[in-house]
């Protein structure tokens, strides 16, 4: 473990100038399998790109396959409906006039600083608000199985006074179970954000309410107060408030916990070093539950590649009625991109963060397995494009927790068409093969995209699953057929609606629809 994270650290001494630009897009539906951003524009997004969340800068998913103005990629982390995401790409010689002409309006340049300039209108709006009406229903058994969530997201600049920001983003869940034993609030309301930003100047500000930290998104959200001061290069913070409840994200008094950190960005011929280390305690009513160092780091300047490490510390711990003062890496993310051209791009991953549990999740249950069992470990895919439309990809994945009694690997490959010539259709076919200490099987699947016109897409997509779990003799076959459908209806307004169906098995037949509003 400690040798590579000093091998990783160790490449990242290598410095190459880059300019980069962020090519931002809007999360429009949420399938099963992939979550499919809209873009003013792809012609600079290639398949096997990393997108990255914009609130964080933290890897969102690997585009799968693309259109003219938006493209499907796979999750590699919880990606929900009008999320901000954005794309990086290299500015090469290779835009034309016209081109540049037409991204004009959708890039956004990094500058020294780290400061995002957008080239928009000089009549920009001074709030973006979001609203979502979604609902996930089992055809088969919809008395007890059909789920509703109300989605509300506002920012708001110069709210009351111009040194206010308010942010907010809030859901409203409701299913029959909910209702039939329990009307409590906080069964049906989830408050993922809800502060206000006050800026006392360019180098000060104030965050009260529930928010994230920029620079220590891992902890998660935030109730209570923080403080940031910037000075040159540095940004000093403090945070003190208390920790979500851990089984409804409800507000917890008793989970206190309060912190500093400490920021740095350098730049090197606009190359950008970002470090980050914060000392954070979390109490349980009032008695110390953890003290953790948490480390993030991200630059970009090894030639054509981009790296991002982050890791938690623990120096003290209260874990199961025992107390513990030894120093343990609980956690720790790292992941390297390098694409040194258009028709190449590698990527390399080490996980072992711990389990992400959803407070909402709309997979079927076979993916959520395969999901659950194979994101930790170390990983590596390679994407290669011989010619503009056809793609191929390989992946290959090993994890090896403490107590396995064996390895755990998974590998498999993908061939794709994009665009295709007169046609104008995506296909994409694939196959994964897993052998884990549960289970042991492969999935493969083949998807079909089309864009019948700039406000219409069409997707269809079959998924088939052979498994068969150690413990047991048997093994299962699943078959999936999905079909998923997206409409704007107005600039403003778009209806997704993605049917999910189980071939050999009438119990399992689920219907999905969101309607988005955006102003």
């Given amino acids: 473990m400690n040798k590579l994270i000093y091998l990783l650290i160790f490449f990242t001494t290598l410095i190459l100038s880059q300019e980069a630009k962020k090519i931002v897009g809007i999360v429009s539906f949420i399938s099963s399998q992939y979550a499919y951003i809209k873009f ?14 914009f609130i964080n800068n933290k890897s969102a998913g690997i585009v799968e396959f693309k259109s003219s103005i938006s493209v499907a990629a796979k999750p590699l982390a919880e990606i929900n409906v009008n999320d901000s995401i954005y794309a990086l790409s290299k500015i090469e010689n290779r835009i034309s006039e016209s081109n540049r002409q037409k991204l004009s309006t959708s ?12 080239n928009l209108s000089s009549k920009q709006k001074n709030y973006h608000l979001r609203m979502s009406i979604q609902s996930f ?15 509300f997201n506002l920012d708001y600049d110069k709210f009351i006074i111009d040194k206010i920001k308010l942010n907010s983003y809030f859901t409203l869940n409701y299913n029959n179970k909910i209702r039939s034993t329990s ?36 902890i998660g959200s935030i109730d ?55 000392i954070i305690e979390q109490t349980n009513k009032f008695n110390t539950d953890r003290r953790l160092i948490y480390l993030q780091h991200r630059n970009d300047l090894i030639p054509f590649t981009r790296f991002f490490l982050s890791s938690e510390i623990d120096f003290y711990l209260f874990n199961k009625g025992k107390f513990s003062k030894t120093t343990n890496i609980s956690s720790f993310y790292g ?12 990527n390399l991953s080490y996980d072992s963060r711990r389990n992400v549990y959803y407070l909402s999740d709309f997979k079927n249950y076979i993916d959520s397995l395969l999901e659950n069992e194979l994101r930790q470990g170390f990983k590596i895919s390679t994407i290669i494009r011989p010619v503009d439309f056809l793609y191929v990809t390989m992946s290959y994945s090993s994890r090896n927790k403490i107590g396995d009694v064996r390895t755990s690997k998974s590998h498999g490959g993908s061939i794709g068409f994009n665009n295709l010539p007169y046609i104008n259709l995506d296909i994409s076919s694939g196959v994964n093969f897993y052998n884990n200490i549960f289970f042991n099987g492969y999935n493969f699947n083949i998807s079909l995209l089309k864009n019948l016109s700039s406000d219409l897409m069409i997707m269809t997509n079959y998924k088939q699953y052979q498994i068969k779990f150690n413990n047991s003799q048997n093994q299962s076959i699943d078959k999936f057929i999905e079909l998923s459908l997206i409409i704007n209806f107005l600039t403003n307004l ?14 399992f037949s689920i219907l999905m629809l969101d309607i988005t509003s955006r102003f």
């Fill in 40 to 53: 003013p524009d792809t012609d600079l997004i290639d398949i096997g790109d990393t997108l990255y969340f």
């Fill in 183 to 218: 009307d409590k609030l906080r069964d049906l309301l989830k408050i993922y954000q809800l502060s206000l930003e006050l800026n006392l100047d360019v180098n000060q500000k104030f965050k009260f309410g529930r928010s994230f930290n920029d620079y220590l998104f891992s």
């Fill in 107 to 118: 890039l956004i340049k990094i500058d020294s600083d780290e400061k995002f300039e957008r």
């Fill in 224 to 278: 209570g107060v923080q403080y940031h001061l910037q000075i040159g290069k540095f940004t000093l913070g403090v945070i003190a408030g208390s920790r979500p409840d851990n089984e409804d994200y409800w507000f917890n008094s008793s989970l206190i916990q309060v912190g500093t950190f400490i920021n740095r960005i350098d730049t090197i011929n606009k190359s950008i070093i970002d470090n980050t280390i914060s």
């Fill in 494 to 507: 778009n209806l997704s609606i993605n049917f999910e169906k189980a071939i050999e098995n009438s119990k």
């Fill in 335 to 346: 992941n390297l991109n390098f694409k040194p051209m258009r028709q190449l791009a590698l």
């Fill in 137 to 151: 229903n089992d055809l088969s058994e919809i008395k007890s199985n059909s789920r509703y969530k109300y989605i």
